[in-house]
């Protein structure tokens, strides 16, 4: 029984990784220019700050070495290209720092948020920090600046696994005094944790799992280890392969651990206790607008990728252009397809908002796909459309992995050709 139900994961994640490649194969150039409000329900923005105090060598997120100058100007080009944004006619009001580390030079973001306060009606922020950059001060004032959510990149408490991981940031005991400032000070505190490291064990892990209940944390999210191509060979390299059926067995401990604390799945990876905010704009907005270097946007069908190289970036800004690097005007096949692969991930979908957005039922629209989700038992009807089942949770978390690892592989082939 668990190795049909092996078997069955391995091939849903088969199709994921063959469909993601198709989803992700860009054409350079924005393919058609259809970047401009159209009236409908507005589309978050997402803002990508790539610089790193240490680069910490599993990461597939397009970073750089901080570096002050540079660092000062990709704040003013960030400006210049919201502006763009702005003048095409888009107003935003719900915001989402990631990185890199968007707390890397404070001044020039709590700069940027001011800027964004002046210009448009702000109403949720969500940040990604490194523990090394919380501190009362930063808290007091991403706090008086609006930030709702504040999500800090722990990886592990375990010293051995982050020397490991070459996470050289913070050592477990201070990730654990970051977590006493920052907790009970946002609406939503959240902490990331990897999982499926080489050399990590299920004891380790379930240590990780048992201080995040012991410390009382608001939101955890796990993510199961996803290099790009190159970093994986480097890693294997160093440690021993990356085995995704191993994935699994961590997968279920978290599901046996942390349902006892109170805490409940906000999407398949990241688990709340009571009502948070997420970070995944990808679930609650079908529409979301990507700025900054190496950041991915998806509007109205297209789905396009900014300039990794921060030259190309800086220059298409400073010409006054959009510094989109590469895009495709998606099916409406794919996109019923992403469509119904991050509801999914954060566990259900909504027959009425399916309907709003497309016109059409699931069943309609997505037949075949639910029908084999519920033969396997991942998802079952409810009353407003389908949720995911405990048994689909592992199901659906190898799905995303495959989208991202696709994601990743993409984000790889811009760094590397300097795109
Ligand atoms: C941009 S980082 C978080 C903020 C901050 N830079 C930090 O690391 O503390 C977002 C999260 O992505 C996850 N992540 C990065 N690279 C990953 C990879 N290759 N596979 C899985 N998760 C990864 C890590 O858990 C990390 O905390
Ligand atoms: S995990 Fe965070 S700190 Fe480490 S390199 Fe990636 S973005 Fe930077």
Redesign the pocket.
């Known amino acids: 029984m668990r190795r049909a139900y092996s078997l069955i994961c391995d091939l849903v994640s088969r199709i994921v990784r063959f469909e993601g490649r198709k989803f992700l194969a860009l054409k350079p150039g924005l393919q058609e220019d259809i970047l401009r409000p159209e009236g409908g329900p507005e589309p978050a923005l997402y803002i990508h700050i790539p610089f ?1 105090r240490r680069l ?1 060598p ?4 397009n ?1 750089y070495p901080f570096e002050e100058e540079r660092t000062r100007r990709y704040f003013r080009q960030l400006r210049r290209e919201l502006d763009l944004y702005l003048e095409r006619g888009f107003t935003f009001r719900s915001f989402y720092f ?5 707390t890397v030079l404070m001044d020039e973001l709590v700069a940027f948020l001011e800027y964004l306060h002046s210009r448009l009606p702000v109403e949720e922020i969500s940040l ?5 950059d919380v501190t009362p001060e930063t808290v007091r004032t991403l706090k008086g600046l609006g930030v709702r959510r504040l ?5 592990s408490f375990d010293d051995g696994m982050l020397k490991a991981m070459g ?1 050289l ?2 050592t477990g005991q201070e990730a654990i005094q970051k977590i006493n400032l920052a907790q009970g000070q946002f609406e939503t505190f959240n ?4 999982y499926n490291f080489p050399t990590q064990t299920l004891e380790l892990f379930r240590r990780d799992i048992e201080m995040v209940k012991e410390l009382g944390i608001d939101q955890v ?1 796990f ?6 191509p190159k ?1 994986r060979h480097a890693m294997e390299r160093r440690f021993s392969k990356i085995d995704t059926h191993r994935e699994r067995r961590f997968y279920d401990l978290i599901l046996q651990e942390i349902y006892q604390d109170g805490y409940r799945p906000s999407t398949v990876w990241c688990f709340s206790r009571g009502d948070r905010m997420i970070d995944e704009y990808i679930i609650d907005y079908q529409d979301y607008i990507a700025l900054g270097s190496g950041s991915v946007g998806l509007y109205r069908g297209l789905f396009y990728a900014n300039h990794f190289d921060l030259d190309n970036y800086g220059q298409k800004v400073q010409s006054g252009q959009l510094p989109i690097a590469m895009s495709r005007v998606l099916p409406r096949r794919d996109l019923l397809r992403y469509h119904l692969l991050t509801q999914l991930f954060g566990m259900e979908l909504k027959e009425e908002s399916h309907r709003r957005r497309f016109g059409r039922t699931p069943d309609e629209d997505l037949g075949l796909e639910l029908s084999a989700l519920r033969l396997i038992g991942a998802v079952e009807r409810t009353p407003g459309g389908y949720r995911v089942t405990e048994r689909g949770m592992y199901v659906v978390s190898g799905m995303m992995r495959e989208f ?1 690892t696709a994601l ?1 592989r993409l984000r790889e082939y811009c760094m590397v050709g300097g795109i």
């Open positions: 790193c910490c599993y990461c597939s997120f970073r990631g990185g890199g580390t968007p990604e920090t490194n523990p090394r999500s800090m990149g722990v990886q996470r940031s913070h902490i990331d944790l990897l999210t993510y199961p280890l996803m290099p790009a970093k991202f990743n």
